[in-house]
């Protein structure tokens, strides 16, 4: 039988990522491995049992939590689709002010029921699994995850930088440009696709997992932006992951 | 310095390129490992020195270094054992008899047989160290009468984890076999020797001239041991290590491997102890 | 030397002449501010005055990212990668770069011989070109002139804004043959060109300072800096490691295995399963770097294995300067010495 999957949204600034894909090619292979089940709108979720259930968007309300919870309980597998669900994204640092308070609600347990909560992680209130990273999420991650799933193998992990792929593009480097790019400690995957189009990387796929962060920090300084803004940069998609 | 003129047409090869091999045995032989018997195409035989490994693919998942636990002597087929740890690794553990395997080498230096002959041999393994071991350990067996004694330590975390059970218990009623296995964590009906497997050494009694000591273990394990046998007054030359590294080719091209200036699957990955004791990154 | 004179007016006819070989490779802008080597389609795009390119030569021979093998997951069976070359000449080519390859010919060929190198390398030819060293090429401390022509078919010397041709192989007069805007000249290679960056010591007593750098302070030093991106090994043309990883496509009933470039200074580079990392610190790793330019085949081959392209530091966001590193060792071993000698 084909595994189950179902798809749920919560608290994402744009909504659904999904319709970024391109489903149209990709669908009907994607069909064949899977029945879906569930489509984010569905609230009043019908299926008691999910082999994977997908979560796109970060907990930001009580009732966000319940439903999470609920969903957990009946999925075998859970993934976070994209940067708020994986780490709260680019939504926790709107409400992280200051960032000790919040921190302290995210991970102080008992601090779920209050009535507006700060952007979390789906992996700050039950098990995540696995995560496909990116604001937005990378179809490319996505697709790769899926076939992973049915060939019963791990997820691949991403913990190179993203300037790793642009140099394999052979990109002028940005900083050789005079701009301030996050490439160096943010984990890699996306085929390095701001720098290609002359972008800066907004770290939006997430720190590596042991960075040189006053290393990094350094080096914007030394490009001209003020120590502020690089710390600002940085926290721009990673306010729950990096400690400044 | 290799120059290309001096290269021959022929001489170039494709290296990643697997033989599929077919399983004809495979069992799980404690919670986390699997033991597998595969055969070569044509009835071929793998051709390889005891310490060798191979890279074993399966596609779509990737490859990766295994040793190859069976003696040469043991003809028409040659066996693995995988510890379930990784990505291939465990979807290896769902390959059963019939399926397909893909196999490159055998790679590296195994143990110089000819400079073992007439020895002592002393293994010392440690947890899965006794994979590559059994290789050795069952070559002297099937050539008994070209080495001395044959010495076997073996240590596991606890007794659920020592691996094929069934052949030590063989090598334990052979009276040219002295065989000692300790574990860290017995449990109730565990009745042998506990603690780590340094522990083994102090006592035994050993012919200092003609001992060589084979060792394969957890990177930890090794400085300790050698520290042991270095009491017992073993030189360096009579100590040789078996040494693990992150592995993608094989065939000394990816770097993966190194250790100084040293690449694991070339030079190694049985070392003589006197030449990788200068190299800071090896023990 | 068989030489002749050649205006630069004329370089775009003779890059032309030289596609009746086969494809010309040469150095095109790229970006603001940059070069990379590119097939030639309009012979006055090719630039002649650069100072280095983002990739080296070696993507040519080397891709950056190279197909293995196809496979099928419902027959478990593969299909070997056919590869087919053509020939080709590479035009505008720098003595270090030259020079690399001729190193990378060394690790690809010598104990196991890869046969996509190989093919790609076979029917190849070269033409030179002198170039004016920037702040950040150091060649001539490891021992590479600018006018070196090791490796090359032809050359081209820049001199009063032209150029002198020299011919240096049987292959580099076959290239030429036909080709009329040439007239015979006396050699004469110019020694104006000054490089800015220099290692203060002959490259020949550098084995002798690694060997004692070991447990160096320096190290430490660069690591507090260095962010791990791994730009200056990606980049560099002497290094070859690379990453084997395969590619499922969405049917996931076929896909691909493919070999990526990958790099030593990467953190994840010596981890295994299990989470045992066997070079964990930036400092193993940027150490490592090093001792493979100037220490572990250097010993064995008795050359550098840099070739002071100086993409390392043009190209490291840190700012991180292989040749100030080297000089920083010199220095530590000189006050080392210095204090040694004081106290006997
Ligand atoms: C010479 C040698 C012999 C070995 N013999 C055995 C054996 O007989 N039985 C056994 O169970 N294990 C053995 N190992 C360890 C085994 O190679 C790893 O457990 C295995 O590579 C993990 O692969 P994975 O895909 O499951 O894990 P992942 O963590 O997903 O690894 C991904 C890739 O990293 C590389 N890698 C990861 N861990 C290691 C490692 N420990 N050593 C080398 N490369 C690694 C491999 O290329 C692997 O494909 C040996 C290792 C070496 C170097
Ligand atoms: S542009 Fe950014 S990602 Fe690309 S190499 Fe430069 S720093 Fe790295
Ligand atoms: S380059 Fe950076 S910001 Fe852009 S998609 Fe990649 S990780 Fe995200
Ligand atoms: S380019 Fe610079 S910062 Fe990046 S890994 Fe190399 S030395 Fe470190
Ligand atoms: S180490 Fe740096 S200067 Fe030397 S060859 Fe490599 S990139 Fe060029
Ligand atoms: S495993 Fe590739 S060089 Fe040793």
């Not at chain 1, 019963?152 to 440009?177: I, T, W």
């Not at chain 2, 080719?249 to 190194?258: A, I, T």
């Not at chain 3, 030819?125 to 021992?143: A, K, L, T």
Request: charged share 25%.
């Amino acid at each position: 039988m084909k595994p189950q999957v179902a798809f749920f949204d919560f608290t994402s600034c744009e909504g659904c990522q999904l319709n970024k894909l391109n489903l149209e090619n990709d669908l009907l292979d994607i069909l064949k491995h899977v029945d879906i089940v569930e489509f984010r709108e569905a609230m009043d979720d019908k299926a008691d049992h999910y082999d994977i259930a997908f979560i796109e968007g970060s907990i930001s309300s009580p009732s966000c939590v319940e439903r999470i919870h609920d969903i957990r309980r009946r999925s075998d597998i859970l993934v976070a689709l994209g940067s708020c669900a994986v780490n709260g994204g680019i939504n926790a640092m709107k409400n992280l002010h200051p960032i000790d308070e919040v921190r302290e609600t995210v991970y102080g347990k008992d601090k779920y029921l209050f009535a507006t909560l700060p952007a979390m992680a789906v992996s700050s209130v039950v098990k995540v699994d696995y995560e496909v990273r990116g604001c937005p999420m990378n179809q490319q991650d996505f697709l790769k995850l899926l076939i992973a799933l049915v060939l019963g193998k791990q997820a691949p992990k991403y913990n190179s930088p993203v300037c790793v792929e642009c140099k394999l593009k052979e990109n002028e480097c940005l900083y050789n440009r005079g701009m301030v790019c996050l490439g160096p400690v943010t984990r890699g995957g996306c085929d390095a696709l701001c720098p290609s189009f002359g972008q800066f990387c907004t770290g939006c796929r997430g720190i590596l997992s042991n960075p040189n962060l006053d290393g990094m920090l350094e080096i914007m300084t030394n490009h001209g932006i003020s120590l502020d803004e690089a710390k600002k940069r940085m926290l721009l998609f990673n306010s729950n992951e990096v400690q400044l | 310095m290799k120059r290309l003129q001096d290269v021959k047409a022929k001489e170039a090869r494709d290296l990643y390129y697997p033989t599929m091999c077919k399983v004809v045995g495979a069992r799980q032989i404690t919670d986390l490992e699997k033991w597998y018997e595969l055969q070569m195409p044509a009835g071929q035989d793998l051709g390889h020195e005891p310490g060798q490994f191979v890279e074993v693919s399966a596609f779509g998942i990737g490859e990766a270094p295994i040793s190859i636990s069976s003696s040469p002597s043991k003809k028409g087929s040659f066996e693995l054992c995988i510890r379930q740890v990784g990505t291939l690794t465990n979807v290896l553990k769902r390959y059963e008899q019939g399926d397909m395997i893909g196999i490159r080498g055998p790679f590296g230096k195994g143990y110089p047989i000819e400079k073992l002959l007439g020895k002592d041999i002393l293994i010392i393994a440690g947890g899965i160290g006794l994979v590559p071991l059994r290789s050795l350990i069952n070559y002297v067996l099937d050539n008994r009468k070209d080495f001395g004694r044959l010495i076997i330590l073996y240590g596991a975390k606890s007794p659920a984890e020592l691996l094929f059970k069934e052949e030590i218990a063989i090598w334990e009623t052979r009276d040219d076999v002295e065989l000692h296995i300790t574990v860290d964590q017995p449990d109730e009906s565990w009745t042998g020797n506990t603690g780590v497997i340094t522990t083994l050494i102090p006592g035994l009694d050993l012919n200092l001239n003609t001992t060589i000591a084979a060792i394969t273990g957890p990177p930890i394990m090794y400085k300790f041991v050698i520290m042991s046998l270095k009491s017992k007054q073993l030189n360096d030359d009579q100590i040789y290590v078996s040494l693990e590294r992150r592995m993608k080719c094989g065939v000394g091209k990816c770097g993966h491997c190194q250790i100084n200036g040293v690449y694991c699957c070339q030079d190694g990955p049985v070392f003589n102890y006197t030449d990788i004791k200068p190299l800071e990154e090896a023990l | 030397m068989e030489c002749y004179s050649l205006l630069r007016a004329d370089v775009p006819a003779l890059i032309d002449h030289l596609g009746k070989f086969g494809e010309v490779v040469a150095p095109h802008r790229k970006g603001d501010v940059s070069y990379s080597f590119e097939s030639v389609l309009d012979s006055s795009q090719v630039v002649l005055d650069y100072n280095r390119t983002l990739l080296p030569l070696k993507k040519l021979f080397l891709p950056p990212v190279e197909k293995l093998m196809d496979f099928s997951l419902k027959n478990m069976s593969f299909d070997p990668v056919e590869l087919t070359t053509q020939p080709r000449v590479f035009f505008g080519v720098h003595s270090y770069e030259m020079q690399s390859i001729l190193r990378l010919d060394h690790s690809m060929l010598s104990g196991n011989a890869e046969s996509n190198y190989f093919k790609r390398r076979k029917n190849s030819r070269f033409v030179g070109i002198s170039f004016e060293p920037d702040d950040f090429h150091f060649s001539e401390s490891v021992g590479i002139a600018i006018e070196e022509m090791e490796g090359f078919d032809l050359f081209l010397n820049e001199i009063d804004d032209d150029f002198q041709l020299y011919v240096l192989s049987d292959n580099g007069r076959s290239l030429i043959q036909g080709f009329k805007q040439i007239r015979t000249v006396e050699a004469e290679l110019s020694g104006k060109r000054e490089f800015k960056k220099k290692i203060r010591y002959h490259y020949n007593r550098l084995p002798r300072i690694f060997q004692y750098a070991y447990k160096s302070k320096v190290w430490a030093d660069v690591a507090e800096k260095c962010v791990g991106c791994g730009a200056c090994t990606l980049t560099c043309p002497t290094c070859f490691c690379f990453d084997v990883t395969d590619e499922v496509s969405v049917t996931a009933e076929d896909g691909l295995r493919q070999r990526t470039w990958d790099s030593c200074m990467l953190s994840t580079f010596a981890e295994v399963a299990g989470g045992e990392n066997f070079r964990e610190k930036t400092i193993n790793r940027t150490r490592h770097r090093l001792y493979r330019k100037f220490k572990y085949i250097t010993d064995e081959e008795g050359l550098p294995w840099c070739v002071g392209c100086g993409r390392c530091t043009a190209f490291c966001p840190a700012g991180i300067s292989l040749p100030d590193i080297v000089n920083e060792l010199i220095q530590e071993d000189e006050k080392a010495q210095y204090h040694h000698t004081v106290r006997v």
